[in-house]
């Protein structure tokens, strides 16, 4: 089943916002081997001028990635996971990712484009905090394979 | 590092890191990605991989953090972050892959410097159109 290009200007939006947990943000961070105490310390976040510890700038894949299985698994986008390759990856923060934050999303199914046997998918997500403000925008493009190839 | 103090063609880097099994496994489970395709031989080949490859994002999340730390070691300076997986990272059981990042500043607008990233796995290029917008300091 090729990718259904009638999606394109869909919208998902989460039913539920994403709690981001201390615990979360170290773990993650430490994933990296990272060491920077922003991610670890909340005396050191707090030093930098944040309320609490501080997402490693590429942590909101995280809740983006919800966002994109949620259209991804939906059976009529015609998406096969199995035959997905990631081709791009953006992220604009309009301020940083904070523990204790509660993050909604809006995915956007911002194109479908087939071209020689693949089929290339970006959406865009967009993160916002609890008083409704955008935290960030994740864009991601998605190629996936013919049915040939 | 200071707004006023970067320079356009200012290098940072270059750094290395060895990506092994063990750091894609603690990768998908910090980040939810189960993927058997960075877990599992037999997945990736089924797949048409050469073997196991390191996730995009474990990359992509790996080589920003010199630029951290050039920042001034405040992960909320990164402000915009872009790249094009361009070739997979495959990691061997044994020994895992070594990644090397290399940052270039190519433009400064006020506190705002754009840094392109040059990222090689075995002298390959994995990256394309790699660049991280970074909010520095201004004094």
């Known amino acids: ?15 539920e916002p994403y709690l981001v947990g201390p615990d979360e943000l170290r773990a993650f961070a430490a994933a990296f081997g990272a060491s920077a105490p922003a991610c670890c310390d909340p005396a050191a976040a707090q030093a930098l001028g944040y309320a609490g510890l501080v997402a490693a700038p590429t942590y ?12 991804v698994r939906d059976p009529a986008s015609g998406i096969d996971f199995e035959r997905v390759v990631h081709g791009e990856e953006s992220f604009r923060h309009h301020r940083p990712i904070v523990a204790g934050d509660r993050i909604t999303t809006e995915l956007t199914v ?11 998918v970006t959406t865009a997500v967009q993160l916002s905090d609890a008083a409704g403000q955008p935290v960030a925008t994740v864009t991601s493009t998605l190629v996936v394979r013919g049915e040939a190839g | 590092m200071r707004a006023a103090k970067a320079q356009v063609g200012d290098r940072i880097g ?21 993927n058997p395709i960075h877990l599992d031989e037999e997945a990736a080949k089924a ?24 920042a001034g070691g405040d992960p909320g300076a990164i402000r915009e972050y872009t790249v094009r997986f361009a070739r997979p990272v495959v990691v061997p059981a044994d ?23 040059a990222v090689t796995a075995s002298g390959q290029k994995v990256l394309g159109k790699a660049q991280a917008v970074i909010e520095l300091p201004a004094a």
């Open chain 2, 95 to 117: 020994g895992g892959a070594e990644l090397t990042v290399e940052g270039q500043v190519t433009a400064v607008a006020g506190s705002r410097v754009t840094v392109a990233l």
């Open chain 1, 60 to 71: 909101a894949v995280v809740i983006a990635q919800q966002a994109e299985a949620e259209y």
């Open chain 2, 14 to 34: 270059a750094v290395s890191f060895v990506l092994t099994r063990a750091d894609l496994r603690r990768y998908a489970t910090a980040s939810g990605d189960h």
């Open chain 1, 110 to 120: 911002a194109s479908v484009v087939e071209r020689r046997g693949m089929t290339t």
């Open chain 1, 1 to 15: 089943m090729p990718v259904n290009s009638s999606f394109v200007g869909r919208r998902y939006r989460s039913a």
């Open chain 2, 47 to 70: 797949a048409g991989l050469p073997g196991v490859i390191a996730h995009g994002m474990l990359t992509m999340g790996q080589v920003i953090w010199p630029l951290v730390e050039w």
